[in-house]
């Protein structure tokens, strides 16, 4: 069976306001935040999370290569491994990494992926006041603090 | 019955009324009967495993309704 | 009267046991009659205990006597062979059985092996016939194999002894253990569900009843509010209609309002073409920020100077592995396969290779475009999204302004009203909210509005409340099946023994006409009519006549196996038992002691003139064995000797045996 992304279960109902034709988009912005803050949930934390798709819908299917890279490269910044070991590199990837799945990912590799989604949400939820109404208000808000985020974690 | 000892017949109507009395059917009193029966010529007839099915046959042949439980209940 | 059942015993052999040595047959002649009784005589110290739990065991196929006392206890004394045997023949309904025990006291075990004429020969284990599993058990044996307290026991007012046999003979006992299996059942259904007493079952219900009358209220409030809310924006939609219809009326108005409406309409679809754009891009992380794009630009060159993905394949080296030579010509040999094998550990498989290149193409080309402009290009889309909503708010404002220039009364009060209506729309809608919600942060079920929260808090009580009614089902049911087994043995136990009454009032009628004593009733003992009067001796014989009764009305015909019958009867007595035992069973086999000869003996010689005499004891003392070589028949073995001659057994006197 295949191994299927997992979003907050709350926040489902947070972006509820906003619309999205398909839960990805909860899933993609909570994940930008958390590899923006470097920041991961801690396992005990992931049961609340429930699973959604095993593959990227579109518009992010076309787009799947960006996200795995800023993932992966998140990651291994995360782990202390330098770019230049070639040999925990390589471990790295094939640890993350199969041709086997629908989302190049491999069961570590989604729940690794995972992991920064809920801690992005926690982000989420703190720094907004209240859940997001209306997309144009959400959107300004969240690049501002993907810029705020990225400002000081580099 | 006279390969089922003599004072089967006599166990058999005690059964068969004292179920009448407790309002349980006839086929509760038929299936302990079976479990009697099988009892008079086989040691094994209270082995763990004969004794696990025919428990179990006896309780699925019992069915209390709502009222019935409402009623327990209610002593 | 009941088809008859037959056991007799034949005869039986010991061998190597702490009993002597011997082999003892009760035959009558050359065919299969048996002496109608047989005296066996013992003095004390031949092993009479010992042979008493032989035959026990060999009649009843239960080894728990054996095996408490330890197997090794059985082993003559001073033999140096492990094993020993006890061989029992019987008669079964006119075939040969035979029960073997084999004791093997190195491994300090015991086996049966039984062999039937009508079966398949001789069989490990035992095997009786299925007819004789009835009586051949160990429930049942000990009311054909007993020492002669068991008679007066039946007597006795708290030794319930009389129960017992008629449980076992009539299967009332079967009914009992039917009642306790079945108890036993009942408690362990009703520990599985969690939950027995009475107060956890109505807690549980009132649990579940508290949670659906919660859920349905908060859907009745929630259809209440949806239809206010329903009811609000018709409402809403009919004063707009009707204020617009106004607008209408007012030219001057009107045309203002309506260029402006336009160009509200105009900014409206230029906002979804702006959020389209936005969204489009937002969604691709190297739009998002440019800090972003250089990261996954890193990654991919990261990957190129660690010449990841290897240009050659891992695969490559497993094939050339199976070469004769490798690429630089050298030949493929043992080192040479090692060092590859080395290698292709470290590199990684095709398909891998594969995905990393496709990774690697998400990189841009510096020259198609800079990745700073994508969130360039972003921020200016959310710029203009910014501008349009003021824009949007402005106008719309604007609009809001014209009409309330509209100074007619009516218009304003449904201006007003309008006004109230979307603040109630907006309550309503808030209110909705919280039970169309996913969490509810009540504490507790009745304070709770999410109808998501209350219907999986339901289905949870649900599930707790029906195991614990199911645990109220087996109580119920526990409770019908006891009371449905108690009346029913009750009953059936009145009936049977006042049947055993008649029969056994009739049978002493038969036996000892001249005896007046009968049963009154029979409860946990026998209850005797006018027993002012009447004698030890008389009493023992209403047992006996109790007893066999009970065996022949169910068409059993066994051996009686007694251990001093008249024993414990005063000497003057004892002649009742004498008159009465060959009336009681086909076969009566008494094991005896010298002093029991004085009263019962004499007799019962009176009475019976097929008795078998029969002396067994140690050959340890010579001037006996000398006197027993003169008797009529002898047999002797390596440590004793077995004399069937009724004037040695008159006279022998052994008062102690010397082991």
Redesign the interface.
């Known amino acids: 069976m295949a191994d299927r992304f997992h979003a907050p ?2 926040s ?2 947070w972006f509820k306001k906003l619309g999205f034709s398909i839960r990805m ?1 909860d899933y ?1 912005f909570c994940l ?1 935040i958390g ?2 803050k470097k920041r991961k949930a801690p396992d005990d934390e992931m049961v609340n999370s429930e699973e959604f798709v095993e593959y990227f819908p579109e ?2 299917g076309s ?1 799947k ?6 993932f ?3 990651e ?1 910044s995360l782990l202390g491994i330098d ?2 070991n ?2 925990t ?2 471990k790295l ?2 640890e993350y ?4 799945s629908l989302t ?1 990912l491999t069961k570590k590799g989604i729940s690794e992926m995972d992991k920064y989604c809920a801690g992005g949400f926690e982000i989420l939820r703190d720094e907004f006041d209240d859940r997001p109404a209306s ?2 208000a959400f ?2 808000n ?2 501002r603090l ?2 705020e985020a ?1 400002a000081t974690t ?1 | 019955m006279s390969n089922q000892g003599k004072y089967y017949d006599t166990i058999e109507k005690s059964i068969k009324r004292a179920a009448k009395q407790c309002d349980i059917s006839e086929d509760t009193a038929d299936i302990i009967l079976a479990w009697l029966e099988f009892a008079y010529n086989n040691p094994s007839a209270f082995d763990p495993s004969v004794v696990l099915t025919r428990t179990s046959l006896i309780d699925d042949s019992i069915n209390i309704s709502e009222v019935e439980l409402d009623l327990e209940n209610a002593d | 009267m009941q088809t008859r059942t037959s056991l007799n015993i034949l005869g039986w052999k010991s061998n190597n046991l702490r009993c002597p040595d011997h082999s003892v047959s009760f035959r009558k002649g050359e065919d299969n009659d048996s002496h109608r009784i047989t005296l066996l005589q013992m003095p004390n110290g031949t092993g009479k205990t010992t042979l008493w739990k032989l035959l026990r065991t060999a009649l009843s196929g239960d080894k728990t006597e054996l095996q408490e006392d330890g197997i090794i206890e059985f082993k003559r004394k001073g033999s140096k062979d492990d094993l020993g045997s006890f061989d029992v023949s019987l008669l079964f309904n006119g075939a040969m059985l035979s029960i073997e025990i084999d004791f093997d006291f190195d491994s300090g075990t015991v086996d049966f092996w039984t062999t039937y004429s009508k079966g398949k020969g001789r069989v490990q284990g035992f095997h009786p016939p299925i007819e004789a599993m009835r009586f051949l058990n160990n429930n049942f044996a000990r009311f054909f194999i007993f020492d002669g307290e068991l008679a007066s026991n039946f007597l006795r007012k708290d030794s319930g002894k009389t129960r017992e046999v008629i449980d076992v003979i009539s299967q009332l006992g079967d009914l009992n253990n039917i009642n306790k299996f079945l108890s036993k059942y009942y408690e362990a259904c009703i520990d599985n569900c969690g939950v027995s007493t009475l107060q956890g079952f109505n807690r549980r219900k009132s649990a579940y009843q508290e949670a659906k009358d919660t859920l349905n209220r908060r859907k009745k409030e929630l259809e209440k509010l949806e239809s206010d809310e329903k009811f609000t924006e018709d409402s809403l939609e009919e004063l707009t209609t009707r204020a617009d219809d106004y607008i209408q009326t007012q030219k001057g108005i009107r045309e203002g309002i309506e260029g402006l409406e336009k160009e509200l309409r105009n900014l409206d679809a230029e906002y979804k073409d702006l959020e389209n754009r936005a969204l489009n891009l937002i969604t691709q992380p190297d739009a998002l920020s440019k800090h972003f794009a250089e990261g996954i630009t890193k990654f991919s060159d990261s990957l190129d100077k660690l010449k990841l993905p290897e240009n050659v394949a891992r695969e490559f080296f497993v094939e050339l592995r199976d070469e004769d030579n490798c690429i630089c010509g050298r030949p493929m040999d043992k080192e040479a396969q090692r060092e590859i094998k080395e290698q292709e550990t470290k590199l990684l498989g095709s398909e891998i290779i594969t995905v990393l290149n496709q990774l690697k193409s998400s990189k841009l080309p510096p020259e198609i475009q800079k990745f700073e402009d994508k969130n360039q290009e972003l921020k200016a889309v959310l710029g203009k999204i910014k501008e349009n909503d003021v824009a949007r708010r402005n106008c719309a404002t604007e609009i809001e302004m014209k009409k309330n220039t509209i100074d007619d009364e009516n218009y304003v009060a449904l201006i007003e009203k309008k006004r109230n209506l979307e603040i109630k729309s907006e309550e309503i809608s808030i209110a909705i909210e919280k039970y169309r919600a996913i969490n509810d942060p009540a504490k507790n079920i009745k304070s709770t509005f999410s109808i998501q929260v209350l219907e999986k808090e339901l289905k949870k009580r649900e599930k707790e409340y029906l195991k614990s009614k199911e645990a109220q089902a087996f109580q119920v049911k526990s409770q019908l099946t006891k009371k449905l087994l108690k009346n029913a043995y009750q009953e059936a136990q009145r009936t049977i023994c006042s049947q055993i009454t008649k029969d056994t009032n009739a049978r002493i009628e038969q036996v000892m006409p001249y005896n007046s004593i009968r049963i009154a009733g029979i409860e946990s003992y026998l209850h005797l009519e006018g027993q002012k009067g009447s004698s030890e001796g008389e009493k023992l014989s209403i047992a006996y006549a109790f007893l066999t009764s009970l065996f022949h009305e169910c068409g059993y015909y066994l051996p009686f196996i007694v251990d001093s019958p008249a024993n414990p009867i005063d000497l003057e007595k004892r002649g009742k038992i004498a008159e009465l035992v060959p009336k009681l069973a086909d076969q009566f086999i008494a094991f005896t002691i010298s002093s029991e000869r004085s009263g019962f003996l004499d007799a019962l010689e009176k009475n019976e003139s097929d008795i078998q005499y029969l002396t067994l004891f140690r050959n340890n003392i010579p001037s006996i064995v000398e006197k027993a070589k003169h008797a009529k028949a002898y047999k002797e073995t390596g440590n004793g000797m077995l004399v069937e001659d009724k004037s040695f057994f008159w006279d022998f006197q052994i008062q102690k045996e010397e082991d």
């Open positions: 279960v709350e489902r109902d988009y993609y930008m590899l923006a518009p992010f787009g290569s960006k996200i795995i890279s800023l992966l490269e998140t291994l770019l230049s070639r040999k590199v390589q990837l094939m990494i199969t041709p086997n190049w997309k144009y959107f300004l969240f690049e993907i810029s990225l580099v």
